[in-house]
């Protein structure tokens, strides 16, 4: 991952306020070999990328559907037993958000796309107990909970009426091109639109600063209009990285600085808040907008 950080620092300076995705972990993820991060005070990439500027949106990629025919992990097809491993889910994904230095922040469940057979009714059940169980444990321990899958999925069993816990934030695998949150059929155009949304339009874009580096990088594309994971520890981490008087986590910081609320009408101290930031954050402040 290390060999990628100056690619993706240049891309930030181009496109800016970015987030990135990557996984935490899970039964698929480990199957797949997929990139999963070590402690930060072990690998770099973490603290290097969040002070850049980059927010982030953990996925948790785990047990699939038990119709996906694609995949070799699958959930039980027993509702109870279902209920269970969507508890497990969510534990072990805290577990790994703490060790990371993300609290109180959200993780994405990853369930892959997949078709449910004519007569079929033990898969749809299945899934339904796994994500209403996930969202319920996540919600436990004070974390948001979003899932990732397509459209049609999410819309018939992961929305309201298909859950009792309804996913805080949705991530809708939709290659189609358009960077738009706004309609995401079936996805109801009412359902998670407040800040609720991210869509990927595009698959294994290579952009200009990427095919430079070796081995070169594709990124998958997307649009957000929604929270995401802020690095609890970049305070401390980030000291000496930057140059600003308004931010805590830059050592020239200066509280009270008149340049920090210009005219009165952006107070540059709560962009550091993740919970409550101006828009102005990014124009006025240098600093990037929290939560999309």
């Known amino acids: 991952m290390e060999h990628q950080l100056p690619a993706l620092s240049e891309y930030y300076g181009v496109e800016g306020e970015l987030s990135f995705g990557f996984y935490l972990g899970g039964a698929t ?4 070999g997929c990139f999963e991060p070590y402690p930060a005070s072990e690998d770099i990439w973490l603290p290097t990328m969040s002070c850049i500027g980059y927010y982030f949106q953990p996925v948790w ?45 959200i993780a994405f469940l990853d369930i892959e796309q997949y078709n449910v057979p004519s007569g079929n009714t033990t898969c749809s059940p299945a899934v339904r107990a796994y994500v209403n169980a996930w969202v319920a444990e996540m919600h436990k321990n004070s974390y948001l909970a979003g899932v990732y899958s397509s459209p049609g999925n999410i819309a018939a ?4 009426g298909a859950v009792a816990n309804v996913p805080d934030q949705v991530w809708v695998a939709l290659a189609n091109g358009v960077g738009s949150t706004a309609s995401l059929p079936p996805i109801p155009n009412g359902s998670w639109v407040y800040d609720q949304r991210t869509h990927q339009y595009t698959i294994n874009y290579a952009g200009p600063y ?31 990285a930057c ?6 986590g830059c050592p020239d910081y200066a509280p009270g600085d008149p340049d920090c609320n210009p005219g009165g009408n952006c107070d540059c101290y709560s962009c550091t808040d993740p919970e409550d930031c101006p828009l102005c954050c990014g124009d006025v402040c240098g600093i990037p907008n929290c939560g999309g």
Do not use: E, H, R
């Open 29 to 32: 993820a480990s199957k797949a």
């Open 61 to 105: 990629d785990d047990l699939q559907a038990p119709c996906n025919t694609g995949a070799s992990q699958l959930m039980s097809t027993n509702g109870a037993t279902a209920a269970s491993q969507g508890t497990a889910a969510a534990d072990g994904a805290i577990a790994k958000l703490v060790a990371l230095g993300f609290q109180n922040s």
């Open 157 to 160: 069993d992961m929305g309201p």
């Open 210 to 240: 990427f095919p430079v580096v070796s081995p070169p990088i594709k990124i998958d594309l997307d649009q957000l209009d929604a929270d995401t994971a802020y690095w609890s520890n970049i305070g401390l981490v980030c000291q000496g």
């Open 243 to 248: 140059t600003n008087p308004c931010n805590p």
